[in-house]
């Protein structure tokens, strides 16, 4: 099975000699589209690594919060069974395909980089599952039952998108393992969970811990 070729185009970009391969996620019977894991044990040039942090593929990993989410979907169905579900930041969308595995009515996966996009389209069709998309969290209607976000809060100036979650979903669920432990009076944690990004990139282990947070709006 050959790799999407746009996206191989993307990632070659970046990194030469680096190829997409499909994975089975742990712990899932979800499989991806991702960068190989033997492309991650060399050393990156200069310019590969200027290149990366200019234009990071987020894409072509499955990070560590979205890999928890993808879990506690497959595990706890009732959460999205039948509803309006939005992954914000979806990424390679993991968290959209797994709400769309666990029956789901309606999962539009949305992200402001059209290779993500890309990606989401290639992965739902890697796992037979229908998406809808969007690169525009604001031009939604609020029509959600529940918007489901993992890793967005890496950067803290993405904090009061907190709020803005519930002006498009009644519910919100987060995933974070960059800033575990938020205060927030609209959000309660239900729980703490220890995993790896997909392919493992050896991050420290603070980033192997995934808190995961409910809000609803009142």
């Known amino acids: 099975m050959s790799a999407p070729a746009a996206l191989q185009q ?4 970046l990194l030469g000699d680096a190829q997409l391969s499909a994975q089975t996620l742990p712990g899932t019977d979800i499989t991806l589209w991702l960068i190989d894991p033997a492309n991650m044990h060399r050393c990156f040039s200069p310019e590969e690594t200027r290149l990366i942090l200019e234009e990071p593929p987020y894409w072509c990993f499955c990070w560590a919060s979205g890999l928890v989410l993808a879990r506690w979907l497959a595990e706890n169905r009732e959460w999205v069974r039948g509803k309006r579900v939005l992954d914000f930041g979806a990424g390679s969308g993991v968290a959209a395909i797994a709400a769309a595995k666990a029956g789901a009515l ?8 059209p290779l993500a996009i890309d990606a989401c389209r290639a992965n739902a069709a890697l796992n037979q599952v229908t998406l ?4 525009d969290f604001f ?4 029509r959600f039952d ?8 890496y950067d803290r100036a993405n904090l009061p998108l907190l ?3 519930l002006s498009r979903g009644r519910q919100a669920l987060v995933a974070d393992s960059r800033v ?4 927030h009076p609209l959000y309660q944690r239900l729980g703490t969970f220890e995993v790896s990004t997909w392919p493992d990139l050896a991050e420290p282990a603070e980033f192997r811990h995934v808190s995961l947070y409910h809000a609803e709006r009142i």
């Open 163 to 165: 709020e803005q979650f």
């Open 139 to 142: 031009s939604e209607a609020d």
């Open 146 to 153: 529940l918007i489901i976000v993992a890793d967005v809060l």
């Open 132 to 135: 809808s998309y969007s690169a």
């Open 180 to 183: 575990r432990n938020f205060q």
């Open 106 to 113: 309606e999962v539009v996966a949305c992200d402001l980089d």
């Open 10 to 13: 993307a990632l070659s970009e």
